[in-house]
């Protein structure tokens, strides 16, 4: 669009009045707006400051944190190695190696034989999850995640396993699959001040 153009509209900041340049009516109206916080707080109504870790925040049914690779009812991982998540992924987080099947495992040509999500690169917005066909992958309500390098935010088969360890009581696969509770490797545990937590050195 050319500067000249008749259809270009100029906007011109308002003029402010002899009052409103000493930003009184600004700094009152933040201070209305704290004393309703004091309040509401000193009566005990409206939202409070969570005491977190103490008291742990509970997401939304439809929140979207970190991945886990969910187990058939055989214990086995249920991934086919069909790299559908990969490809719809948007970001490419996601590297998965496939492997031929054992004979035995009739039910499937491939497996993943490793699989690894990069969770500091994920925007977490579930796409791999929607692409999986056997609903080997899904994002669970698991937050308070922490690491002190990337490489431990870097998600192993092994450390997604163990997340799925962590949440198949609270958030059951959309399937309806249990797995047994064959494999105790990844102990996961949790605490009745801090919630579920996983044991760093055992996913480290």
Not at 27 to 44: F, K, Q, Y
Not at 68 to 90: I, S
Not at 118 to 136: F, K
Request: aromatic share 6%; net charge negative.
């Amino acid at each position: 669009m050319r500067s000249d153009d008749p259809s270009l509209k100029r906007l011109k900041p308002p003029k402010l009045t002899l009052f409103e340049q000493t930003y009184l009516p600004q700094i009152l109206g933040g201070l209305v707006v704290t004393g309703r916080h004091i309040v509401n707080a000193a009566v005990g109504t409206g939202s409070l400051t969570m005491e977190y870790p103490e008291v742990q925040h509970q997401p939304s049914a439809n929140y979207r944190g970190v991945h886990r690779l969910n187990k058939d009812e055989q214990g086995r991982v249920k991934c086919v190695a069909c790299m559908l998540c990969a490809t719809a992924c948007p970001v490419h987080c996601i590297d998965i190696v496939g492997a031929t099947a054992p004979e035995s495992w009739t039910d499937r040509e491939k497996y993943c034989q490793s699989f690894v999500i990069d969770e500091l690169r994920c925007i977490y917005c579930g796409m791999c999850e929607e692409a999986c066909p056997v609903d080997a992958i899904e994002l669970t309500s698991f937050y308070d995640l922490t690491g002190l390098s990337r490489e431990e935010m870097i998600f192993d088969k092994t450390k997604l396993l163990s997340v799925y360890d962590l949440t198949k009581k609270a958030e059951p696969m959309k399937s309806g699959i249990v797995a047994p509770d064959t494999d105790r490797t990844n102990e996961l545990y949790t605490t009745p001040t801090t919630g579920p937590v996983i044991e760093r050195q055992k996913l480290v």
